[in-house]
């Protein structure tokens, strides 16, 4: 059973370049266009870590970046990969000092932990100055790249990089430190949960991968929900209205100003695909309010 939390939660920590491939005729992908009085916006969902037979992306990503003046990311890239970003990460990051990871976790979850350190040769000792948030995201991320799944091919910093380059206006949607903060502010009891659940479903956290992409290349928002939310239990509530659907409503602000800026500039926000598929969407937040974003397929 896998009920691994969404790669989506950890956007902020992941960035990409473009890499080399060949497209697949019918790629649909996720992106929505939703037309303003003064402009049009592009809602692309992105996958965090791809693989590089996953390039190129499909096309219609490509269309809606050379559609837009401006391009909005969840989190300021340059600012994640800069000195300060970093001492960022390691602060928000790191246990309080003084405190050991057993004062956080259950003695199920650090045995689990204990024994996927052994598995994956990593020094324990190293990850036992980690939150549990910390831990989550470091978790996932290795076991994405065990089936090549990688940083340097996902999403957003192939536009990031494209976009400063080409003199497109670069905004953020949050910051890094309210992004790590969403773990922090978690109880003990729900960042122990997150870490066991994580742990407990590492063996198939690469097929759930493959899933997604799979899903996702061919635009299909219903599977691509299922396979996020798959075995949630109800327990799990408030973790995802935490992690996903305040999020949600906390950026439509943004897409409505967009929408309404007077000099018609066109504006792309890429964000992860789990913030625009399933109940509580960014998608349904907007039809709620009686927009109607249409999933796009150039002509």
């Known amino acids: 059973m896998n009920r691994s939390l969404p790669l989506s939660f950890c956007s902020s920590l992941v960035l990409a370049l473009a890499a080399g491939g060949t497209a697949v005729a019918g790629d649909k992908g996720c992106v929505w266009r939703l037309e303003g009085p003064d402009g049009v916006v592009y809602l692309a ?62 003695p199920e979850t650090m045995g689990s932990l204990r024994a996927y350190a052994e598995q994956r040769g990593l020094p324990m000792g190293q990850l036992q100055i980690f939150r549990p948030g910390m831990l989550v995201l470091t978790v996932t991320n290795l076991e994405a790249m065990r089936i090549g799944a990688k940083p340097e091919f996902g999403v957003e910093a192939i536009f990031e990089r494209r976009a400063r380059e080409d003199g497109k206006s670069v905004e953020a949607l949050e910051t890094l430190e309210f992004q790590l903060n969403l773990f922090n502010g978690m109880s003990r009891a729900e960042q122990d949960r997150m870490l066991r659940i994580t742990l407990e479903d590492v063996e198939e956290a690469g097929k759930t991968l493959e899933a997604m992409i799979q899903a996702w290349r061919a635009g299909d928002g219903a599977k691509l929900a299922e396979e996020l939310n798959r075995n949630f239990e109800p327990e799990d509530a408030p973790l995802i209205k935490r992690l996903l659907h305040d999020r949600n409503e906390s950026w439509i602000p943004a897409i409505e100003k967009a929408l309404r800026e007077p000099g018609g500039k066109n504006t792309v926000f890429i964000v992860g695909a789990g913030h625009l598929v399933g109940e509580k969407s960014v998608i349904s937040l907007l039809q709620a309010k009686g927009y109607q974003p249409v999933q796009w397929t150039p002509e």
């Not at 390039?55 to 970046?65: C, D, G, Q, S, T």
């Not at 003046?69 to 300060?84: G, L, N, T, W």
């Not at 970093?86 to 050991?100: D, F, I, Q, S, Y």
């Open 45 to 106: 969902g992105s996958i965090h870590l791809l693989r590089e037979s996953d390039h190129p992306l499909p096309p219609v990503y490509e269309r809606a970046y050379r559609d837009c003046d401006r391009v909005y990311f969840e989190v300021d890239i340059q600012a994640m990969k800069s000195p300060e970003g970093n001492a960022t990460a390691l602060r928000l990051g790191m246990l309080p000092k003084g405190e050991g990871l057993e004062q956080w976790l259950t």
